[in-house]
């Protein structure tokens, strides 16, 4: 929770997240073509589009990559590359804890209108199309794959 969050907790999740996409945009630009087939797809989550309980420094993070992604999509557009951010819910072991506890399961259940969760394979397919061409006038966008939970 906020009051027992430290500064040094809360910056480190955000240099992991946002200085994270940052080094790795930053190091891929000069090798993406500009042809109109140069892609950056960032991952944030949910919690950067509506908050999460108890993961300020998360939600932070993550909504940073919001705003880093539709910057950048502005900035590279001149160059042809596009940017865009994917924000997944998917059954991995870093959602184990909220899958397994009864009580975290039963509220985040009820939040997804598909009532699952999706396996890895099901995000991995809006991976692949943005990555396609079929996503050629795409950019600087959030697509959530996560049931419905945000819409």
Not at 5 to 11: A, G, N
Not at 15 to 38: M, N, R
Request: hydrophobic share 50%.
């Amino acid at each position: 929770m906020f009051a027992d969050l430290t500064e040094d907790t809360f910056r480190r999740v955000l240099d992991v997240h946002v200085l994270g996409a940052f080094h790795c945009a930053h190091a891929a630009l000069p090798f993406l073509p500009t042809d109109g087939t140069g892609r950056i797809i960032n991952v944030t989550s949910s919690a950067g589009l509506t908050g999460t309980l108890g993961q300020v420094n998360y939600s932070a993070a993550k909504a940073g990559i919001i705003g880093f992604t539709k910057s950048l999509a502005r900035e590279l557009a001149r160059k042809n590359i596009l940017v865009n951010a994917l924000a997944p819910l998917a059954a991995t072991p870093m959602t184990e804890t909220i899958r397994t506890n009864e009580k975290f399961a039963a509220t985040m259940m009820a939040r997804i209108p598909l009532r699952r969760w999706a396996e890895p394979q099901e995000v991995a397919g809006a991976f692949v199309f943005l990555a396609s061409d079929a996503a050629s006038y795409i950019t600087g966008q959030v697509l959530p794959v996560d049931g419905g939970m945000v819409m």
